[in-house]
């Protein structure tokens, strides 16, 4: 029986496990647990990846985003743009630090923010934008980075599904004042946990987030502000020492597959794939794919039934959410977003998916929509 889940992280383990249990053991050994010399090392190392100046690790790449609008004081009264097509913890931060998320539709075939409506939604509480490069694919920097110099406004990149994607040459993170990274374990750059971090080149915005971080004191038991308890530990920092010199390689690696991909689902009627990129670089933390027709949810349950898992990031856009119900979005309010989370289907996509696995894939996908458009 054919069983290829959408994301595996032990066979990753596996090929880098005598490095990982030499440095996990060393930090056991230490009894440094809580930030311990690897978090400095692993926050130097990767400051040096993205070439910022300054890296704060912290506890995930949620907390990342809180620090980053905490550290910028951006709170009750304030309002940030951003994009409803994205995991909850994008908004979920701005509301966090009683800031209003104000959202702004998608391009149907970047899945990101799309900039020629952010303007429309500026007003004189607007504060900041927070463009999140979905799926590992940068958002129209150049274009974003033009409105906010013009209005003012500070820009937190959400790079959590990009790193080490690259805009224009640069690398997403860098570009903004804040970008924030993620490093729970399906991301491009994964620990055994949670774990995240904020880059930045502005020294005023890293000193506050490294306080923040840690209680809100730059002294021990001096506190001048309410903080967090937002640290990295230190044994997932010797796991990310470990790993990232090997990113840029599984970076290809996910490149190379979703090249096949392209290429072998390129004459399949009834999908869309991902449009190529011409200014920047993917990272592919996911292949994402448009179902058309309404016929998402039975592709993807005929899949799961020859043994291919696959996801849908995400079957709900924020502004129809529960929680953000005070927001008073309605449906057809976003209507890019809301027709895309009824379409998006996310295949089998990591470095180590072997290229016999790849095939299953296209096959079975194959398969699913000639089956699909016989039944009509
Ligand atoms: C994963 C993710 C986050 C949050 O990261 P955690 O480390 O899980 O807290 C934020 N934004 C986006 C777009 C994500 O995919």
Redesign the pocket.
């Known amino acids: 029986m054919i069983n290829i889940s959408p994301f595996e992280a032990t066979t990753q383990y596996k090929s880098i496990a005598d490095e990982i249990e030499k440095n996990v053991c060393a930090v056991m050994a230490s009894g440094r647990y809580i930030m311990g010399p690897q978090v400095k090392e692993f926050e130097i190392q990767f400051a040096q990846y993205l070439n910022c100046e300054q890296v704060i690790s912290c506890n995930?790449?949620?907390d990342a985003?809180h620090l980053a609008l905490r550290a910028l004081k951006i709170g009750a009264g304030d309002e940030v743009i951003t994009t409803p097509f994205?995991?909850i913890?994008?908004t979920e931060a701005i509301g966090i630090v009683g800031a209003t998320p104000v959202f702004v539709d998608v391009e149907l075939d970047s899945y990101n923010i799309d900039t020629q409506l952010i303007e429309s939604k500026i007003t004189e509480r607007t504060k900041a934008i927070i463009p999140?490069h979905?799926y590992g694919r940068p958002c129209n920097m150049t274009a974003i980075m033009e409105i906010a110099r013009k209005y003012n406004l500070k820009v937190i990149e959400?790079c959590?599904?990009a790193t080490g994607a690259t805009w224009e040459g640069k690398k997403v993170g860098t570009i903004g004042d804040v970008g924030c990274f993620?490093f729970?374990p399906t991301?491009n750059l994964g620990c055994f946990g949670?774990g995240?971090a904020i880059a930045t080149s502005n020294a005023e915005i890293a000193a506050r987030a490294e306080y923040l971080r840690r209680h809100g004191g730059k002294v021990k038991y001096h506190h001048e502000e309410l903080g967090l308890n937002s640290r990295l530990d230190t044994l997932q920092a010797a796991v990310l020492l470990v790993k990232l010199p090997y990113l840029d390689q599984w970076n290809a690696a996910r490149k190379a597959i979703t090249d096949f991909y392209l290429e072998a689902l390129s004459t399949t009627t009834g999908i869309v794939l991902p449009q190529k990129l011409h200014q920047g670089n993917s990272v592919w933390n996911q292949f994402t794919v448009r179902v058309l027709g309404g016929k998402r949810d039975i592709i993807q349950k005929s899949l799961q039934a020859k043994g291919i898992g696959s996801m849908v990031y995400y079957p709900i856009p924020l502004h129809l959410q529960e929680v953000h119900a005070d927001l008073n979005y309605v449906e057809g309010s976003l209507p890019v977003s809301e027709q895309l989370s009824h379409e998006v289907l996310s295949i089998p996509l990591f470095p180590e998916l072997e290229s016999s696995a790849q095939q299953v894939v296209v096959e079975s996908v194959k398969e699913v929509m000639a089956d699909i458009y016989c039944l009509q």
């Open positions: 995930s790449g949620t985003l994205t995991f913890a994008t999140v979905l959400d959590a599904q993620s729970f991301k949670d995240g």
